[in-house]
């Protein structure tokens, strides 16, 4: 049935890939089915002399996933011929990625969308024994799915998968993958098939003999009988009958003859498996041997490994095997012996007695040790040995990014170890339980992370042995307790390190470490320091590496403390020489120099940051230097093409397996779009896009703020949103220890107070807002837009209240704006500050100044494509005309609002701003207009924007 569907699809220009599991295979080669699968594929597509195709799938593969392509190569081999790339060419990268199965989950999608983009049709996905799927991929066969899902530029994938539902129950992981799935709206379809019935049967004998099925009805019930409709069991108990003579071609009748009695008097099994063992129990003891052997490699074995087994061993394998191949037990396929189905393989394998088994994988499968187990070593030298393997093959896993099966191999390496292996096996010890602690931490198994560290903690010989499982523990302790992970790396900081961190220290004294910092830097040219010496001290590089992690925390909950850590990781790297997280400190020290007034200076370390990062491809935090860098570039370049350079800080962090960057860079690139003048129906599908891209990785706190700029643009557009309570806003506050959180809310609440014209509301949420806006030592892309923000409702506020505590805070604001503009872009910031000034100039009774300026602000806005500034600007600069009594020049800058706001997409704040017109501007006729010049004209122009209104729609 799927070789059909198959054949369909690749007729329709589509791709189908086909894989089998392999339940001896489940524990030992994780991605088995899939990779083969792929493997396969690329193997065709290399051997295509026919079309392009391997050029442009080769050519889009590099462009796509760069060096990254080493870690497919890994899994898929005969990729390496088709971009004629071999895992050797390529410098293997040091294991320095947040988290490798998420990397390699996503280079695989990358891998099928470029597929897909070379393709007519859409990918079919086809993989059978599902009952023996690995976790991993199972995984990656959901990660597939979603993101074919959630990519709406993208072709969808079609996954076909079969498997035995006897051995699949409710807590299996398919069903878990499953419901994954469709908890993201993808649509599942289960067909369950039965064993045939009475009458199928008879057909399917009916035409197998080519006679009518009235003929064969004494022959059929004895199949049903026997084989209870099973399709497998009827097909071979018709070829054990002919072979054995008891159903035959007759030359004389020219049909099929068979005796009913001999066949009734035949003593067959009823059971399927046991049919299979009955068969080869009748074969030679040389073939049921050979068989044997073979059944322990699973399903399938390379004839070249069943050679080197027979001559390692003086056995005889070959000669019978191809015996068994005559026999329809087995299939040669390219050289390679293949079960033909996997209950023959069952069959065979449980024929092996239990307490032979563990011989029979020691002698014939060194992959498979594990299943033999530490009872079946008979030399106490092969203890080490055996576990040596097991090393190797759990580093094996995790190249491959099986962090589960990896943990499997070094936790059998370990139960191979015997007493005082700490003293006598300390370097193979400290090695396997180091890579076993990074795999349970990968895997989140914290019950088996917490033994294993006290191992090494009671057993290390020095605290720098200790210092890899000290970096651990604090990295599984940011997931649930990241207070106490900050406390436990300080407390590894300052015993092991010798490095302390101060907890309490002035503004000003902080300020002086920062200067004296800089002078230093300032005396070092660029090129210097991106061709420094590397580190070479292992302590000095362990600290910074605990360091850097502690940056992102701190950030959360005790952000006066990240001055200090920024400062020592640039202090170590001049001292001591440059380490794979330097240039994470080099970012954070730019945001530093930057929220001090210095935005040029800021600007020339975060772009030294890139460049170390794009000098020395340090994955891991290269997606964390790509956000730091462009919340700089923020204010150096315009807003628009900002957004497209934080684009592949997604894909970076994610080549890394660093999801959580990940998601926050996507959020990161969506977000501004609305500060950036896009139009709001293009921003409303660019934060669906990213909302997907975190819900689909269960990211809470980029899914936050994705919601209230959501929400925002809803009430812009005017349609129904459910705002965040007071008692949700503080559940998520709690959750995410982020009460940054609510400076957002806040300040949306701001924005919208004051774009609606909300006015009661204007000055409790600047109240608000300002009470949650604390003071930051890193220059944030979002303080532009709060400090624009604030400025303008400052002001009002002032006007409406004389309070001289909002025009200083208003000063203050348009201040900021101002730096900016001279220190950054001025692109970026003109148009705000002619409208900051404008505002100011008319709060304080200069008319003449605050024209002018109204005037600048609205030609800048639509010189610099900030529609949505531009419509503000009109607007303001309308009421502003309206009070000074020049209500035709008011009238013609809310018209130019209205359109404006309408081109912005913003239809309820046209809407609302239309009905304020007509309000303002009443004429009952156009007879009984006012003589003035502009009366007539003013109602004309009216008009025509009724009829505009009336196209639009605000639902």
Partial sequence: MANRLGNFITATGGLFLSGKFDQMMQNVEPFSAVASA?????????????????????????????????????????????????????????????DAQQRLQYLFCQFVEVISSCLEGNVTLFLDDLQWADLASLSLIGQLLKTSLFRQDSKHIFFLGTCRDDEINGDHSFWKMIDGVRAFGFKTTLVKLDCMDKDTVFQVVSKVLHLSPRLVGSLSDIVFHKTKGNPLFVSKMLLSLNREGLLSLSLVRHRWEWDVEKIQSRKLPDDVALFFVHRINNLSVDVKIALAALSCFGTSADGEVIQAIESDLNLNLIEPLNIAVTEGLLNKVDGRYCFCHDRIHEATYSMIEEEDRCLHHMNYAAAQLNLGGPSAVQDAEHYSQIANC?????????????????????????????????????????????????????????????????????????????????????????????????????QVLSEQLGVVIPHS???????????????????????????????????????????????????????????????????????HGLSSVSAIGFAYFGGMIAELGDIRGGYRYTRLAKALVDKNPTTEIAGEVIIQTAEILAYMEPLQAVNEYRIPGQATAMASGDVHTACMNKMLSTVPLLWSGAVLSEVRYALIDAGRFSEEHDHR??????????????????????????????????????????????????????????????????????????????????????????????????????????????????????????????????????????EKSYSNGNMELARVSYENAISSARQHKFIHEEALAYELAAKFYLNMGNKSTAFEYFTNAYGKYLEWGAFAKGKALFTYIQETFRFESTSSAPNAAGASNDFQILTPLRGDLRHCSFN
């Fill in 390 to 490: 097991n090393l190797i093959a759990g580093k094996r896993a995790m190249d491959m990014s099986d962090f589960s099966l990896a943990f499997s191999f070094f936790d059998h390496a370990i139960t191979f170890l015997r007493k005082k292996h700490w003293q006598e096996l300390y370097d193979l010890s400290l090695e396997l339980f180091n890579l076993a602690a990074k795999c349970a931490l990968a895997i989140k198994d914290l019950t088996s992370l917490t033994l294993i560290c006290d191992g090494v903690l009671m057993n290390a010989r020095s605290s720098e042995d200790a210092l890899h499982i000290s970096f651990i523990i604090m990295s599984a302790l940011t997931y649930s307790m990241i207070s106490e992970s900050v406390d436990y790396g300080f």
């Fill in 38 to 98: 792929f493997n396969n594929y690329c193997d065709i597509l290399t051997k295509d002399d026919e079309t392009n195709r391997a050029l442009l799938v080769a050519s889009k593969l590099r462009k796509a996933l760069g060096s990254d392509l080493y870690y497919l190569i890994q899994l898929i081999p005969n990729l390496s011929q088709l971009v004629h790339e071999h895992p050797t060419d390529t410098p293997r990268k040091q294991n320095d990625c947040v």
């Fill in 701 to 838: 706190t980029s899914l936050y703020y994705i919601k209230i700029f959501c929400q925002t643009i809803s009430r812009l557009v005017g349609e129904e949103c459910q705002a965040m309570s007071d008692d949700q806003l503080t559940r998520h506050v709690i959750e995410n220890k982020n009460p940054r959180q609510l400076v957002i809310v806040y300040f949306h609440e701001l924005f919208l107070s004051l774009v609606l014209n909300t006015q009661d509301d204007i000055k409790l949420s600047a109240e608000k807002f300002l009470e949650f806006k604390t003071p930051s030592w890193h220059l944030l892309a979002s303080n532009a837009a709060h400090d624009f923000i604030g400025g303008l409702a400052s002001f009002r506020i002032y006007r409406e209240t004389r309070d001289p505590l909002w025009a200083q805070r208003g000063e203050q604001f348009k201040q900021r704006i101002n730096t900016w503009e001279d220190q950054g872009s001025l692109w970026n910031f003109e148009n705000k500050s002619f409208l900051l000034d404008a």
């Fill in 505 to 575: 220290y002035s503004q000003e004294d902080t300020l002086k470490l920062i200067t004296q910092t800089q002078s230093i830097l300032d005396a070092i040219d660029e090129a210097t320091l991106l061709h420094y010496q590397e580190v070479t001290d292992v302590k000095k590089l362990m600290a910074m590496k605990f360091l850097a992690k502690l940056e992102s925390s701190l950030v959360q909950i005790k952000p006066d403390l990240v001055p200090f850590v920024t400062l020592k990781i640039v202090e170590l790297t001049i001292e």
